[in-house]
């Protein structure tokens, strides 16, 4: 058996890397499973990715397709012209897509017109929301997946509504958790620690990089201006990604400390020690649900409704005037405890392996 692994953005690595390691386990066993890494370079950096596989111990791709940046129609076009020519040369029985990038629609639709079967990790997730790309990402690849890997039962109920067979909705968990409970002995302090005299539970965490929060200045520095001013002077580190640094005004609030991008173990380091997390992501919701961290969302709806329902996240909405509300709930001691969902064990890419072994017998 024959799969080709598709990666082509950050939590893409996250979300594969456990899978690796299932099949590498399993082909201790009897070696029936032949992998290929496919890297699309949706999203290339050298020292992310290097980063990345150092530290998840993923192997380096045996393919990059180098599509790098572009339009989205651009970047699409580049992706499916150089899996195509992949496949033509040397084909495989599966494509396995993870989460909603572009990679994940561009290679599914190009497997599926040659004859290969699409599996998706992280199917059936739904924002309903169409200005977002990735929701129609999810709509595509889901369109024309054989075999839907599921991370809660809404992500189930989403696929069946749309007229998918039960028999190929398979509820395994979630891989992102896996590689966090995998990886949480290794996270790592960062430098800014020290350099900043940050304490256990004592500061705030904020990530900040939709378009509708990040590409209009004027509004993306009104946010960061109401979050600073309602926190009562305690420290909050933003990581911030050089697109999103060009927006930012001249930094008036001492006790808001803009760093660069952090590796995954020293951003987990501080997500894991924080007093709480405040963002407009999506994995990190799932992140703070499984560590017990408070998650404040500023988005008006989430593809991880699991999160509010039972872990440690509220959606507050896009609008500036509920930071002040949520941050007093917050700073007072009232934000709810959760709990983690089911399924998100450690254990999902075993699963998903155990199934797709099932499709061969």
């Given at each position: 058996?024959k ?21 590498k386990?399993q082909?201790?066993?009897?070696q ?5 890494i ?9 020292n992310?990715?290097?980063?990345f ?20 129609a ?38 599926k ?12 997730i739904?924002?309903?929301d ?12 889901d ?13 189930n109920?989403?696929?069946l509504?749309?007229?998918?067979l039960?028999k ?14 995998k990886?949480?002995?290794?996270f790592?302090m ?10 256990e539970?004592?500061y705030i965490v ?11 200045k ?29 927006k930012?005004?001249?930094n008036?609030n ?6 660069d ?6 951003f987990?380091?501080l997500?894991?020690n ?11 919701t ?21 999160t509010?329902e ?17 941050l ?6 009232n ?10 064990d ?9 199934h ?5 017998t």
């Open positions: 058996m799969i080709d692994l598709i990666v082509g953005a950050r939590p893409n690595f996250i979300k594969i890397s456990p899978i690796i390691d299932a099949i386990k082909n201790l066993k009897t029936i499973i032949d992998f290929r496919v890297h699309t370079g949706q999203h290339y950096d050298q992310m990715s290097t980063n596989f150092d530290q998840l111990g993923i192997p380096f791709p045996d393919v990059n397709l180098g599509a790098g940046g572009g339009t989205q651009e970047q699409t076009s580049k992706i499916m012209i150089g899996y195509e020519s992949l496949l033509e040369k040397e084909t495989t029985d599966y494509c396995l897509v993870v989460g909603d990038v572009t990679s994940t629609m561009a290679c599914s639709i190009v497997a017109k040659m004859g290969i079967k699409v599996a998706h990790v992280e199917a059936g739904r924002s309903f169409l200005n977002m790309p990735e929701e129609i990402n999810r709509m595509v690849t369109s024309i997946t054989d075999y839907f890997f599921t991370t809660s039962e809404t992500a109920s989403n696929l509504n749309n007229g998918i039960k190929k909705i398979f509820f395994v968990g979630n891989t992102m958790i896996d590689t966090l409970l990886h949480k002995k290794d790592k960062p430098k800014i620690w020290n350099n900043i005299g940050l304490k539970k004592k904020m990530t900040l990089h939709r378009p509708s929060n990040v590409d209009n004027e509004l993306l520095n009104k946010i960061i201006n109401e979050i600073a001013s309602n926190c009562e002077n305690i420290k909050i580190v933003f990581p911030v990604h050089p697109r999103t640094m060009k930012l005004a001249k008036k001492k006790n808001i400390h803009f760093i991008p952090l590796s995954y173990f020293e987990n380091y997500v894991k924080s007093m709480a997390v405040i963002t407009d992501s999506g994995g990190i799932e992140e703070t649900t499984v560590l017990g961290v408070p998650c404040i969302t500023l988005r008006d709806n989430t593809e991880r409704p699991e509010v039972y872990g440690t996240n509220e959606l507050i909405g896009s609008g500036i005037e509920n930071i002040k509300i949520s007093k709930k917050l700073l007072s001691g934000w709810k405890k959760g709990s983690i969902p089911e399924l998100w450690g254990k999902t890419a075993e699963r998903i392996i155990s797709i072994l099932e499709f061969e």
